[in-house]
């Protein structure tokens, strides 16, 4: 088999996706996922001007040597645009992969390890109130893990929670908009907020929270060790990663576990974080971490060091990395849990698939390949729209850490 084409879509049905498509002579095609969430130009760009035309006319089945050919070869290394791109071609290559043998990609990586995958709804609320009974709407639907952010008194807005009412969606259209942080009314904030849902809903429930990087290790010791008469899933992105000994700080301090890697794009990120058990859950996904082929071999390594996947799974990753996820989530033996943001139904209807979701669970279907589709007529109804995420400021106006 050759492939014949590669090209790039991009549509934005409620928000921006990039999708790669590749094509080949047995008339099958598979897609990846491209989306860097405010650069997406970016990573179409790349493909379009720098690997595309490298890709076509090679096999599809060598999905290892073209990797090591797209990251070795460049000589440039690494950085979310270049990976991200990469990922995609990766991605659809194994979509083809599983098309050409009529198996669903789960089977490619190791078969079935688990019935269902556990996953994490997001409950958010302008206040601890708001926050306890969105917590109740995601139980009532089923969710048996949920990730709990709000408010807090002394900002006027918090990134991870809605500034209105309908559904959350990190980035914004038009240019960044900027919010506010204060650490120490934070800090003081989360425990109780934690209190009140277990005093509400019991021990049964998972929970997890999200810091987005905004606490000095020291901080999240702090937080970490306040948390954990609440027995957290996990307390995420508690610090910036760059410093990967930082994490050795917090982890002296607090059995709170903890996650981390939704910015990485390399086992290089995470290479100290998981060989000195620094941390319980890796974040990196498919899409931004280069691909299922590098991240196949992340998660070998991360195994042997007891850590294990907590897969990205927000709006900005479009259905086609969800169901790359959700068939890597099923295959590998140390699988945590998949976050779950469930699209909009405009999304939805542009990327047909097979997954679902029951009982809390999510489920790949089994569909050869990824199981995705991309109905190119719907999305060129939804041109490109120029989108970020927020700035974030503390009181005086310093920027925070993302
Ligand atoms: O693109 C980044 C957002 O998806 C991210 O900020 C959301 O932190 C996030 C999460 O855990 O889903
Ligand atoms: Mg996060």
């Known amino acids: 088999m050759k492939i014949t084409k590669a090209s790039v879509n991009i549509t934005s049905p409620g928000r921006n996706f990039v999708t790669l498509k590749v094509e080949t002579d047995a008339g099958l095609y598979g897609l990846g996922d491209g989306t860097l969430n405010g650069r997406e130009l970016a990573v179409a760009g790349y493909l379009g001007d720098h690997l595309i035309p490298c890709l076509v ?7 290892e040597d073209i990797w090591q050919y797209f990251y070795r070869g460049a000589y440039w290394r690494r950085g979310s645009v270049t990976m991200t791109a990469i990922g995609a071609i990766d991605m659809a290559l194994w979509d083809i992969k599983g098309k050409a043998l009529n198996t669903p990609l789960y089977n490619l990586l190791g078969g079935k ?3 269902g995958i556990l996953a994490y ?3 958010n609320g302008k206040d601890i109130d708001h926050a306890l009974e969105d917590v109740a709407r995601h139980k009532e639907l089923g969710y048996k893990a949920i990730r709990v952010q709000s408010g807090f008194p002394g900002v006027s807005s918090t990134y991870g929670v809605p500034k209105g009412a309908g559904r959350y969606e990190p980035a914004e259209r038009g240019l960044p908009s900027e919010q506010q942080w204060a650490t120490e009314p934070y800090l003081r904030h989360v425990p109780r907020l934690f209190a009140r849902v277990r005093e509400q809903f019991g021990e049964e429930l998972h929970l997890l929270h999200d810091c987005h990087h905004r606490l000095t290790p020291i901080e999240a010791a702090r937080l970490g060790k306040e948390l954990e008469p609440f027995h957290l899933f996990w307390m995420e992105d508690p610090t910036p990663a760059e410093l990967q000994e930082g994490y050795r700080i917090i982890r002296e301090h607090t059995t709170t576990p903890i996650a981390v890697g939704e910015v990485f794009n390399s086992v290089w990120d995470a290479h100290d974080l998981i060989r000195n058990q620094w941390i319980d859950y ?6 931004h971490g280069g691909g299922i082929t590098p991240m196949k071999k992340a998660a070998d390594f991360a195994a042997l060091y007891h850590v294990r996947t907590g897969f990205h799974g927000a709006t900005d990753l479009s259905p086609v990395c969800m169901a790359a996820a959700l068939h890597f989530d099923t295959a590998i033996h140390n699988f945590g849990i998949q976050e779950h943001m469930p699209h909009s139904g405009e999304t939805d209807a542009v990327f047909p698939h097979h997954y679902s ?9 089994d569909a050869p390949g990824l199981g995705v589709d991309l109905d190119e007529k719907l999305a060129a109804q939804y041109p490109y729209q120029r989108a970020y995420l927020p700035v974030n400021r503390k009181l005086d106006g310093t920027l925070t850490d993302w």
């Open 282 to 287: 890796l974040r990196m996904t498919l899409a």
């Open 113 to 115: 390890s688990r019935n």
């Open 357 to 365: 979701f029951k009982d809390g669970f999510l489920f790949p279907g």
């Open 57 to 63: 006319g090679r096999d599809p089945f060598d999905t």
């Open 121 to 123: 709804a997001h409950a």
